[in-house]
């Protein structure tokens, strides 16, 4: 497409991008179990309203903008209160759960070279650990050491103290991770890294506004937050379970001295001093816009609310995928994530007859299975995704047909 010489009038371009959204998945209707999370039609169009105002808005120096300043400070008040992170400690609004963790890495790589002198620094991690550290292992020069985890999926304490050497600057554990679910043992991990003098990272990107109320439920959650002795630093993903515009994630580190080490200042150009908090430079007031009035306007109730449905749809899709002759759950779900795998069909080809029906979700692997992000859109949609389910696997059943493995991220 080239440039028009002429511009198009605003209906004629609102009506084009309708129609090139036309093949989009109903992620509204809850279609989608994965990338996209609904709390109902008014919570959206607050989202929206909220990023709206503030869209113009630019969050890179809040001198000039003080209400995003007072929102971020806000938001980031009502997580440190939910991860029991206490008076000290502090962070920043990210663009996602992507950066969140690349400010993790970074602030244990310049923590190492600043207090230990390390030069050649690696972090140990489970093989379930999100790609992101991948990606910042890959940007930062720091040796992604990845540890086999336990037969049920979670980290393996032992393995991870037996791989930390001098060069170590960080030790990972998710709440839950996500390829399966499952919690893994952070206080064991943590420990390790208390010991040692090595921060700890807890990725809740997909646990941190869910674990807090289904522990307020009465689910047993093991301890994963700032509770736990030797845990510096944690990522909660505001856009998912938050149910918030996408673009807002967060970082929260122990205390503010420990939050220093993910910024950047210069003056070394001719533009005067440049300071910022994570990978972004400008970046729109509208996420954390959006953001604080979500939190606002759902309050503890909400959540509690939402938690519950998005647990209760869960555990039922799970009951419902174990029902079906030749399905297996890989674990028995801890939050509102689970996948599962097929012993007389490719999961794959599962996912594709699926995607035909009008559903979509993650394929993974290894081993080769599909991965279900239950919200709590879907308590209205589970049984009739159970049935379509059934019908799938017996179609690739049928067929012997094979599926392509897809992808969770895409360079397109």
Wanted: glycine residues 10%; hydrophobic residues 50%; charged residues 20%.
């Amino acid at each position: 497409m080239r440039l028009p010489e002429r511009g198009r009038e605003p209906g004629e371009v609102l009506e084009a991008l309708e129609a090139l959204r036309a093949g989009d998945v109903d992620w509204r209707g809850g279609r989608a179990f994965t990338l996209a999370y609904h709390a109902g039609d008014e919570v959206l169009a607050l989202a929206r309203e909220a990023y709206a105002r503030f869209s113009a808005e630019n969050a890179l120096n809040v001198h000039a903008f003080p209400s995003l300043r007072a929102m971020q400070a806000d938001v980031l008040a009502m997580l440190a209160e939910l991860l029991h992170g206490g008076a000290e400690a502090a962070g920043f609004l990210t663009s996602g759960g992507t950066e969140s963790l690349l400010m993790a890495v970074l602030a244990a790589r310049e923590r190492g070279r600043a207090e230990r002198g390390v030069r050649a620094p690696e972090m140990v991690l489970p093989t379930t650990a999100h790609a992101a550290f991948e990606k910042a292992a890959h940007y930062f020069g720091v040796r992604s050491v990845r540890i086999p985890v336990r037969g049920d999926w979670r980290a393996d304490p032992d393995a991870m103290a037996a791989a930390v050497g001098p060069n170590t600057v960080l030790l990972v554990a998710s709440a839950p991770q996500y390829p399966q679910g499952v919690v893994d043992p952070v206080a064991e991990v943590a420990a390790i890294a208390e010991a040692r003098g090595i921060p700890c990272h807890v990725d809740a990107c997909m646990g941190g506004m869910v674990l807090p109320f289904l522990e307020r439920l009465g689910e047993p959650v093991p301890r994963w937050d700032f509770r736990v002795p030797g845990v510096t630093s944690v990522s909660v993903d505001l856009h998912k379970y938050g149910y918030t515009a996408k673009g807002a994630s967060a970082i929260l580190h122990r205390t503010k001295a420990l939050r220093r080490y993910q910024t950047f200042q210069t003056d070394n150009w001719l533009g005067g001093a440049y300071a910022s908090s994570g990978v972004l430079g400008t970046k729109s007031g509208g996420a954390i816009a959006a953001a604080w009035a979500v939190m606002q306007h759902l309050g503890a109730e909400g959540y509690l609310r939402l938690a519950r449905s998005a647990r209760e749809a869960c555990l039922r899709v799970a009951a419902g995928v174990e029902a079906i002759p030749g399905a297996r759950l890989l674990a028995p779900p801890e939050a509102t994530l689970l996948a599962f795998g097929f012993d007389d069909a490719d999961p794959f080809a599962v996912a594709d007859a699926l995607w035909r029906r009008g559903w979509y979700v993650d394929r993974q692997g290894p081993p080769p299975s599909l991965h279900l992000t239950v919200n709590a859109v879907h308590a209205a949609v589970a049984d009739a995704f159970l049935a379509d389910l059934a019908a799938s696997a017996g179609e690739a059943r049928a067929a012997a047909a094979r599926g392509a493995r897809g992808a969770y991220g895409t360079l397109e």
